[in-house]
Protein backbone atom coordinates (compact mmCIF):
# COMPACT_ATOMS: atom_id res chain seq x y z
CA UNK A 1 0.00 0.00 0.00
CA UNK A 2 1.40 3.45 -1.23
CA UNK A 3 1.84 5.85 1.92
CA UNK A 4 -0.30 8.66 -0.25
CA UNK A 5 -2.91 7.97 -2.36
CA UNK A 6 -4.61 10.64 -4.73
CA UNK A 7 -7.04 10.31 -7.35
CA UNK A 8 -5.31 10.52 -10.71
CA UNK A 9 -8.35 12.12 -12.83
CA UNK A 10 -8.08 13.68 -15.27
CA UNK A 11 -10.41 16.46 -13.60
CA UNK A 12 -12.02 18.96 -16.06
CA UNK A 13 -14.00 21.35 -15.44
CA UNK A 14 -16.05 25.03 -16.75
CA UNK A 15 -14.30 28.12 -15.73
CA UNK A 16 -16.02 29.44 -12.37
CA UNK A 17 -16.61 26.01 -10.99
CA UNK A 18 -15.27 25.06 -7.48
CA UNK A 19 -12.60 22.08 -7.56
CA UNK A 20 -11.99 19.66 -4.59
CA UNK A 21 -8.83 17.67 -4.81
CA UNK A 22 -8.42 15.01 -2.62
CA UNK A 23 -5.56 12.78 -0.89
CA UNK A 24 -5.70 10.07 1.55
CA UNK A 25 -2.51 8.45 4.00
CA UNK A 26 -1.54 5.97 6.01
CA UNK A 27 1.45 7.29 8.33
CA UNK A 28 0.26 9.00 11.46
CA UNK A 29 4.06 9.96 12.02
CA UNK A 30 3.01 12.76 8.90
CA UNK A 31 3.25 16.36 10.35
CA UNK A 32 3.04 18.30 7.56
CA UNK A 33 0.63 18.63 5.04
CA UNK A 34 1.33 20.47 1.76
CA UNK A 35 -0.18 21.18 -1.60
CA UNK A 36 1.89 21.65 -4.36
CA UNK A 37 1.06 22.79 -8.19
CA UNK A 38 2.90 21.61 -11.27
CA UNK A 39 2.71 22.69 -14.92
CA UNK A 40 3.74 21.08 -17.60
CA UNK A 41 7.38 20.36 -18.22
CA UNK A 42 8.62 22.62 -14.52
CA UNK A 43 8.63 21.88 -11.50
CA UNK A 44 6.26 21.86 -8.45
CA UNK A 45 6.16 24.92 -6.38
CA UNK A 46 4.45 24.98 -3.13
CA UNK A 47 0.84 26.34 -3.30
CA UNK A 48 -0.20 25.98 0.84
CA UNK A 49 0.71 23.74 3.60
CA UNK A 50 -1.32 23.28 6.79
CA UNK A 51 -0.16 21.53 10.06
CA UNK A 52 -2.72 21.16 12.08
CA UNK A 53 -6.69 19.17 11.70
CA UNK A 54 -8.81 21.99 10.03
CA UNK A 55 -9.48 24.25 7.18
CA UNK A 56 -6.57 27.07 5.97
CA UNK A 57 -7.50 29.48 3.42
CA UNK A 58 -5.56 31.12 1.08
CA UNK A 59 -7.13 33.77 -1.38
CA UNK A 60 -9.35 31.27 -3.44
CA UNK A 61 -7.73 28.29 -2.01
CA UNK A 62 -8.63 26.52 0.97
CA UNK A 63 -6.76 23.56 2.27
CA UNK A 64 -8.29 21.33 4.83
CA UNK A 65 -6.63 18.37 6.93
CA UNK A 66 -8.61 15.52 8.82
CA UNK A 67 -5.85 13.74 10.92
CA UNK A 68 -9.01 11.24 12.39
CA UNK A 69 -9.47 10.29 8.96
CA UNK A 70 -6.00 10.68 7.45
CA UNK A 71 -7.50 13.11 4.85
CA UNK A 72 -6.71 15.86 3.42
CA UNK A 73 -8.65 18.10 0.43
CA UNK A 74 -7.86 21.11 -1.44
CA UNK A 75 -10.97 23.37 -2.51
CA UNK A 76 -10.35 25.99 -5.34
CA UNK A 77 -13.22 28.46 -5.86
CA UNK A 78 -14.08 30.56 -9.01
CA UNK A 79 -11.76 28.28 -10.49
CA UNK A 80 -9.74 30.35 -13.63
CA UNK A 81 -7.77 28.70 -16.43
CA UNK A 82 -4.53 29.64 -15.48
CA UNK A 83 -5.55 26.81 -12.23
CA UNK A 84 -4.82 24.08 -15.20
CA UNK A 85 -2.12 22.59 -14.14
CA UNK A 86 -0.94 19.10 -11.91
CA UNK A 87 -1.84 19.16 -8.24
CA UNK A 88 0.40 17.27 -5.97
CA UNK A 89 -0.41 16.57 -2.27
CA UNK A 90 2.78 15.90 -0.38
CA UNK A 91 3.14 15.00 3.77
CA UNK A 92 6.33 15.53 5.90
CA UNK A 93 7.76 13.05 8.24
CA UNK A 94 10.75 14.11 10.02
CA UNK A 95 13.52 11.88 11.95
CA UNK A 96 16.60 12.29 13.93
CA UNK A 97 18.07 12.59 9.98
CA UNK A 98 15.99 15.13 8.47
CA UNK A 99 12.24 15.53 6.59
CA UNK A 100 11.09 12.85 4.61
CA UNK A 101 8.38 14.11 2.52
CA UNK A 102 5.90 11.17 -0.13
CA UNK A 103 3.67 12.86 -2.33
CA UNK A 104 0.66 11.50 -4.04
CA UNK A 105 0.05 10.94 -7.64
CA UNK A 106 -1.06 14.33 -8.29
CA UNK A 107 -4.53 15.28 -9.96
CA UNK A 108 -4.64 16.74 -13.39
CA UNK A 109 -6.84 19.61 -13.58
CA UNK A 110 -8.03 21.71 -16.74
CA UNK A 111 -10.62 24.92 -16.32
CA UNK A 112 -12.40 25.28 -19.55
CA UNK A 113 -12.45 29.34 -20.37
CA UNK B 1 18.75 34.83 -7.20
CA UNK B 2 19.28 31.83 -9.65
CA UNK B 3 17.13 29.30 -7.12
CA UNK B 4 17.50 25.86 -7.82
CA UNK B 5 19.12 24.82 -11.34
CA UNK B 6 20.15 21.64 -12.66
CA UNK B 7 21.65 20.01 -16.04
CA UNK B 8 21.29 19.00 -18.21
CA UNK B 9 18.08 20.03 -19.07
CA UNK B 10 17.36 16.52 -21.34
CA UNK B 11 19.50 13.35 -21.53
CA UNK B 12 19.83 9.80 -23.88
CA UNK B 13 21.82 7.20 -22.15
CA UNK B 14 22.34 3.65 -23.38
CA UNK B 15 21.87 0.78 -21.05
CA UNK B 16 25.06 0.55 -19.08
CA UNK B 17 26.83 4.23 -19.29
CA UNK B 18 27.31 6.25 -16.13
CA UNK B 19 26.37 9.72 -15.87
CA UNK B 20 25.77 12.79 -13.14
CA UNK B 21 23.09 15.25 -13.31
CA UNK B 22 24.10 18.24 -11.72
CA UNK B 23 22.13 20.38 -8.99
CA UNK B 24 22.49 23.69 -7.57
CA UNK B 25 21.48 26.43 -5.32
CA UNK B 26 21.76 29.45 -3.72
CA UNK B 27 19.65 30.10 -1.57
CA UNK B 28 22.11 28.87 1.20
CA UNK B 29 19.81 26.01 1.59
CA UNK B 30 20.80 23.18 4.39
CA UNK B 31 18.34 20.43 2.93
CA UNK B 32 18.71 19.03 -0.34
CA UNK B 33 16.99 16.32 -1.60
CA UNK B 34 16.87 14.29 -5.51
CA UNK B 35 13.14 13.10 -6.61
CA UNK B 36 11.97 11.26 -9.66
CA UNK B 37 8.83 11.14 -11.37
CA UNK B 38 7.10 8.52 -13.29
CA UNK B 39 3.65 8.57 -14.49
CA UNK B 40 1.13 6.85 -11.96
CA UNK B 41 4.15 7.05 -8.97
CA UNK B 42 4.00 10.79 -8.58
CA UNK B 43 7.51 11.61 -7.00
CA UNK B 44 9.77 9.82 -5.20
CA UNK B 45 12.61 10.72 -2.63
CA UNK B 46 16.51 9.01 -3.71
CA UNK B 47 18.04 10.47 -1.93
CA UNK B 48 18.08 13.59 0.20
CA UNK B 49 20.81 15.68 2.37
CA UNK B 50 20.78 17.52 5.47
CA UNK B 51 24.31 19.32 5.29
CA UNK B 52 27.93 19.03 3.25
CA UNK B 53 29.25 15.87 3.91
CA UNK B 54 25.75 13.98 4.98
CA UNK B 55 23.76 12.26 3.15
CA UNK B 56 20.68 9.54 3.54
CA UNK B 57 18.69 7.41 1.75
CA UNK B 58 14.86 7.89 0.42
CA UNK B 59 12.42 5.82 -0.79
CA UNK B 60 14.04 4.12 -4.00
CA UNK B 61 17.99 4.73 -3.61
CA UNK B 62 18.68 1.74 -5.47
CA UNK B 63 21.46 2.83 -8.74
CA UNK B 64 21.99 6.11 -7.48
CA UNK B 65 24.31 7.68 -5.69
CA UNK B 66 25.21 11.03 -4.04
CA UNK B 67 27.65 13.20 -2.06
CA UNK B 68 27.82 16.53 -0.69
CA UNK B 69 30.58 18.30 -0.28
CA UNK B 70 29.19 22.16 -0.73
CA UNK B 71 26.09 23.82 0.80
CA UNK B 72 25.48 24.66 -2.84
CA UNK B 73 26.07 21.71 -4.62
CA UNK B 74 23.81 17.98 -4.69
CA UNK B 75 24.88 15.88 -7.93
CA UNK B 76 23.57 12.38 -8.11
CA UNK B 77 25.31 9.61 -10.25
CA UNK B 78 23.88 7.04 -12.45
CA UNK B 79 26.75 4.67 -12.17
CA UNK B 80 25.32 2.08 -14.59
CA UNK B 81 22.04 3.15 -16.38
CA UNK B 82 19.21 0.99 -16.44
CA UNK B 83 16.00 1.77 -18.25
CA UNK B 84 14.27 1.41 -15.37
CA UNK B 85 15.69 4.86 -14.71
CA UNK B 86 14.03 6.64 -17.59
CA UNK B 87 12.40 9.42 -15.86
CA UNK B 88 12.13 13.21 -14.81
CA UNK B 89 14.80 13.72 -11.81
CA UNK B 90 13.78 16.99 -9.89
CA UNK B 91 16.38 18.19 -7.19
CA UNK B 92 15.10 20.49 -4.04
CA UNK B 93 16.34 22.43 -1.63
CA UNK B 94 14.53 23.94 1.70
CA UNK B 95 15.54 26.31 4.54
CA UNK B 96 17.05 25.06 7.27
CA UNK B 97 15.12 26.43 9.45
CA UNK B 98 10.91 25.28 10.41
CA UNK B 99 8.76 28.64 10.37
CA UNK B 100 6.18 26.28 13.56
CA UNK B 101 9.24 24.32 15.35
CA UNK B 102 12.30 27.21 14.96
CA UNK B 103 15.60 26.20 14.27
CA UNK B 104 15.04 22.76 15.93
CA UNK B 105 13.36 21.01 12.85
CA UNK B 106 13.95 21.91 8.68
CA UNK B 107 11.31 23.45 7.11
CA UNK B 108 8.36 22.09 5.59
CA UNK B 109 9.06 24.46 2.19
CA UNK B 110 10.77 22.98 -1.09
CA UNK B 111 11.80 24.75 -3.49
CA UNK B 112 12.53 22.40 -6.60
CA UNK B 113 14.32 22.65 -9.84
CA UNK B 114 13.09 23.07 -13.13
CA UNK B 115 14.27 19.28 -13.90
CA UNK B 116 16.28 16.40 -15.64
CA UNK B 117 14.37 14.20 -18.65
CA UNK B 118 16.30 11.23 -18.59
CA UNK B 119 16.07 7.94 -21.51
CA UNK B 120 17.99 4.96 -21.08
CA UNK B 121 17.60 2.48 -24.36
Known amino acids: QKEVEQDPGPLSVPEGAIVSLNCTYS??????FMWYRQYSRKGPELLMYTYSSGNKEDGRFTAQVDKSSKYISLFIRDSQPSDSATYLC?????????????FGTGTSLTVIP | NAGVTQTPKFQVLKTGQSMTLQCAQD?????MSWYRQDPGMGLRLIHY???????DQGEVPNGYNVSRSTTEDFPLRLLSAAPSQTSVYFCASSPQTDPEWGAFWYSYEQYFGPGTRLTVT
Open chain 2, 27 to 31: MNHEY
Open chain 1, 27 to 32: NSAFQY
Open chain 1, 90 to 102: AMRMTSNTGNQFY
Open chain 2, 49 to 55: SVGAGIT
